[in-house]
T-cell receptor, first 115, second 112 residues
Framework: NAGVMQNPRHLVRRRGQEARLRCSPMKGHSHVYWYRQLPEEGLKFMVYLQKENIIDESGMPKERFSAEFPKEGPSILRIQQVVRGDSAAYFC?????????????FGNGTRLTVT | DQQVKQNSPSLSVQEGRISILNCDYTNSMFDYFLWYKKYPAEGPTFLISISSIKDKNEDGRFTVFLNKSAKHLSLHIVPSQPGDSAVYFCAASAGSARQLTFGSGTQLTVLP
């Protein structure tokens, strides 16, 4: 787990504020995946990115959520105008490349609480 | 629509005995299956995987069995240890897609 770095570990936001979650993949990994875990549920896929490209965002809510993975720096998951239902643990995972059957490595997550 | 189901939210086992965690799936396109273990306040940690071309994969105390016709897989842990107490997630993917579909997890408690 230590290889994928997520920050902050905990984030508290009031309704209507913006939340920014950061993820630095493992060294040598160029693919990043974001998952969300609601209380008492499994992880749900949100978005899959390569550097400067969104590959699959089929799990992202249509509004208020966006993700990027710039050429330099971490991947960012951005939630605008947060609502209480956005309170969850957000996990990032990385992998070296597609077609490689190595398992995804997850970070320790960011726990977002919306008050 | 839950494509990966773990019907037992919790399981308690005595130390030294076998733990069997079950998982069912509905999507016949899934061809790669994984088990992750998760401690509180940590991310999921990969445990073991199996490709659909196999029906069994073993790694130390952990064995995963896949029954494609029943769309069922199971994780056997033997002997179980108190340190195995965690939430276990079953996950699946299809083809070259790396996105994983997770089950809702089973809380395993190994009693000393």
């Amino acid at each position: 787990n230590a290889g994928v770095m997520q920050n902050p570990r905990h984030l508290v936001r009031r309704r209507g504020q913006e939340a920014r979650l950061r993820c630095s993949p493992m060294k040598g990994h160029s693919h990043v995946y974001w998952y969300r875990q609601l209380p008492e549920e499994g992880l749900k896929f949100m978005v899959y990115l390569q550097k400067e490209n969104i590959i699959d965002e089929s799990g992202m809510p249509k509004e208020r959520f966006s993700a990027e993975f710039p050429k330099e720096g971490p991947s960012i998951l951005r939630i605008q105008q947060v609502v209480r239902g956005d309170s969850a643990a957000y996990f990032c995972a990385s992998s070296p490349m597609t077609g490689d059957n190595s398992p995804l490595h997850f970070g320790n997550g960011t726990r977002l609480t919306v008050t | 629509d839950q494509q990966v189901k773990q019907n037992s939210p919790s399981l308690s086992v005595q130390e030294g005995r076998i733990s069997i965690l079950n998982c069912d799936y509905t999507n016949s396109m899934f061809d790669y299956f994984l088990w992750y273990k998760k401690y509180p306040a940590e991310g999921p940690t990969f445990l073991i995987s199996i490709s659909s071309i196999k029906d069994k994969n073993e790694d130390g105390r952990f064995t995963v069995f896949l029954n494609k016709s029943a769309k069922h897989l199971s994780l056997h842990i033997v002997p179980s240890q108190p340190g195995d107490s965690a939430v276990y997630f079953c996950a699946a993917s299809a083809g070259s897609a790396r996105q994983l579909t997770f089950g809702s997890g089973t809380q395993l408690t190994v009693l000393p």
